[in-house]
């Protein structure tokens, strides 16, 4: 069983993986753009995803979902990696961090 600070350990590290991650046609990452809603690590190793996209129709979904997995795969703790795509609640700017905002020049 894993402890809370080995459980933080590895969370702080997906987070980091997360922000390597980019939409080709937005210069912000997918965690700094608010796409990560949900972050579910248990004991064993299994990470749950639940991510989205700026639009339903993103023709690059497919090619991010990717992206996310394989990085997230290569954390050491995390034994499988479970990306599932939801769109609810719909994505909006509101998600962004105030970082993501000044890099879009919406702030």
Do not use: H
Not at 2 to 13: D, F, G, H, T, V
Not at 23 to 40: A, C, F, K, S, W
Not at 48 to 61: E, K, Q, R, S
Not at 68 to 84: F, I, P, Q, S, W
């Amino acid at each position: 069983m894993m402890s809370n600070e080995q459980k933080q350990a590895i969370e702080e590290r997906i987070v980091e993986m997360l922000r390597t991650v980019y939409d080709p046609e937005i210069p912000v990452n997918v965690y700094d753009l608010g796409l990560i809603y949900r972050i579910d690590l248990d004991d064993n190793g299994i990470l749950d995803v639940d991510m989205t996209f700026t639009a339903p129709n993103c023709p690059i979904a497919d090619f991010i979902v990717t992206d996310v997995r394989t990085k997230l795969e290569d954390v050491e703790g995390v034994a499988a990696v479970n990306v599932n795509v939801v769109f609810e609640p719909e994505w909006s700017q509101d998600m962004m961090t105030e970082e993501a905002k000044l890099e879009l020049g919406l702030l």
